[in-house]
């Protein structure tokens, strides 16, 4: 079998060291199997994408020594096979209009939710059929499409072992188009992976609540899914994922101070375990060394001093 990952990076926030780290790791596990990696611009999901935000991603991805196979694939161009597929799930009736805004959904939740979902979605729509939205069309009702939970598929990740996720706690049925007219990332991701012929999907462990929902796509749309590896994430000194408030740590600020791609990919393959002292390497030279088992089950903290470490000082 053909292996292929993926990188997919979204041009929302810019691409910083802990999105660089699951990249890293990602392109690794697939050229070091002789897979070939697909690229594709994650830009559906998202209200305000800049200018020139999709060729930063490219660029900060080659600028740490990754590569991919073919054009690059952009998620708004392919409008007409998320339809498509959103056009199945009706025909299966394994979805239902859903009017309900995010307050009448917490205001209607009862059971003490886990996890960032916010509470589950408590069926409030659910008595609906696929027939009810032209009903709330011509009413001139918005409404999202919402997927119907019966089962939370369990899986086997590539790291992270036996996954069980209660989906009835985490989310509930979930939403697969959005009320503004645009595929849910659940959707459109599985759309894509499926599409592109990923076979493997490395990504950062806080997707894992995403798998099972997108397992019961895969199931309904009659795709074959990936395998799916979910990494620790990067945090910050204080413990919580690393974003603003840690000080800039986006990929093009280390570029524009200097800092050698290599010295952050020796850093970041010492984070992994494949090294034994965070010195500068270029991608490529990691081939042989990469393991997933390796990574330690935790999130990789990076301080201060490690930015310091690979020269760079970032400015707060
Ligand atoms: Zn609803």
Same mark, same amino acid.
């Given at each position: 079998?053909?292996?292929?990952?993926?990188?997919?990076?979204?041009?929302?926030?810019?691409?910083?060291?802990?999105?660089?780290?699951?990249?890293?790791?990602?392109?690794?596990?697939?050229?070091?199997?002789?897979?070939?990696?697909?690229? @594709?611009?994650?830009?559906?999901?998202?209200?305000?994408?800049?200018?020139?935000?999709?060729?930063?991603?490219?660029?900060? +991805?080659?600028?740490?020594?990754?590569?991919?196979?073919?054009?690059?694939?952009?998620?708004? =161009?392919?409008?007409?096979?998320?339809?498509?597929?959103?056009?199945?799930?009706?025909?299966?009736?394994?979805?239902?209009?859903?009017?309900? &805004?995010? #307050?009448?959904?917490?205001?209607?939740?009862? %059971?003490? =939710?886990?996890?960032?979902?916010?509470?589950?979605?408590?069926?409030?729509?659910?008595?609906? &059929?696929? $027939?009810?939205?032209?009903?709330?069309? $011509?009413?001139?009702?918005?409404? $999202?499409?919402?997927?119907?939970?019966?089962? #939370?598929?369990?899986?086997?990740? !590539?790291?992270?072992?036996?996954?069980?996720?209660?989906?009835?706690? =985490?989310?509930?049925?979930?939403?697969?188009?959005?009320?503004?007219?645009?595929?849910?990332?659940?959707?459109?991701?599985?759309?894509?992976?499926?599409?592109?012929?990923?076979?493997?999907?490395?990504?950062?462990?806080? /997707?894992?609540? #995403? &798998?099972?929902?997108? /397992?019961? +796509?895969?199931? %309904?749309?009659?795709?074959?899914?990936?395998?799916?590896?979910?990494?620790?994430?990067?945090?910050?000194?204080?413990?919580? @994922?690393? %974003?603003? @408030?840690?000080?800039?740590?986006? !990929?093009?600020? /280390?570029?524009?101070?200097?800092?050698?791609?290599? %010295?952050?990919?020796?850093?970041?393959?010492? #984070?992994?375990?494949?090294?034994?002292?965070?010195?500068?390497?270029?991608?490529?030279?990691? !081939?042989?060394?990469?393991?997933?088992?390796?990574?330690?089950?935790?999130?990789?903290?990076?301080?201060?001093?490690? +930015?310091?470490?690979?020269?760079?000082?970032?400015?707060?």
């Amino acid at each position: 079998m053909t292996r292929i990952g993926r990188l997919a990076p979204s041009p929302t926030g810019a691409q910083h060291v802990g999105n660089a780290r699951t990249y890293v790791v990602a392109w690794l596990h697939a050229r070091s199997r002789g897979g070939s990696v697909r690229m @594709r611009i994650e830009d559906i999901d998202s209200p305000r994408i800049k200018t020139g935000a999709a060729e930063q991603a490219a660029e900060d +991805l080659r600028w740490l020594g990754l590569d991919w196979d073919g054009e690059p694939v952009t998620q708004t =161009h392919r409008l007409p096979l998320y339809v498509a597929a959103l056009d199945k799930l009706k025909q299966r009736e394994l979805i239902y209009p859903c009017t309900c &805004t995010r #307050s009448d959904i917490a205001a209607a939740a009862s %059971a003490p =939710h886990v996890g960032q979902e916010g509470p589950p979605y408590p069926g409030t729509c659910a008595h609906r &059929t696929v $027939a009810d939205a032209e009903r709330l069309a $011509a009413e001139g009702k918005p409404f $999202a499409w919402r997927f119907r939970v019966t089962v #939370s598929p369990a899986f086997t990740d !590539l790291y992270a072992g036996e996954q069980r996720i209660d989906l009835r706690e =985490h989310g509930g049925d979930f939403v697969v188009w959005k009320n503004s007219g645009t595929p849910a990332y659940q959707l459109a991701v599985v759309v894509d992976d499926a599409e592109m012929g990923v076979t493997e999907v490395v990504r950062g462990d806080d /997707l894992i609540p #995403s &798998t099972p929902r997108q /397992l019961l +796509l895969y199931r %309904a749309l009659e795709l074959t899914p990936p395998a799916f590896a979910h990494v620790p994430l990067v945090v910050g000194e204080d413990g919580r @994922r690393l %974003a603003k @408030r840690h000080g800039d740590t986006r !990929l093009a600020a /280390l570029r524009d101070a200097g800092v050698r791609p290599e %010295a952050l990919v020796g850093l970041l393959a010492w #984070s992994c375990g494949w090294v034994n002292a965070p010195n500068a390497i270029a991608a490529r030279d990691l !081939l042989p060394q990469v393991r997933l088992a390796a990574i330690p089950p935790r999130p990789f903290v990076l301080t201060g001093a490690l +930015l310091r470490s690979i020269g760079y000082a970032p400015a707060t």
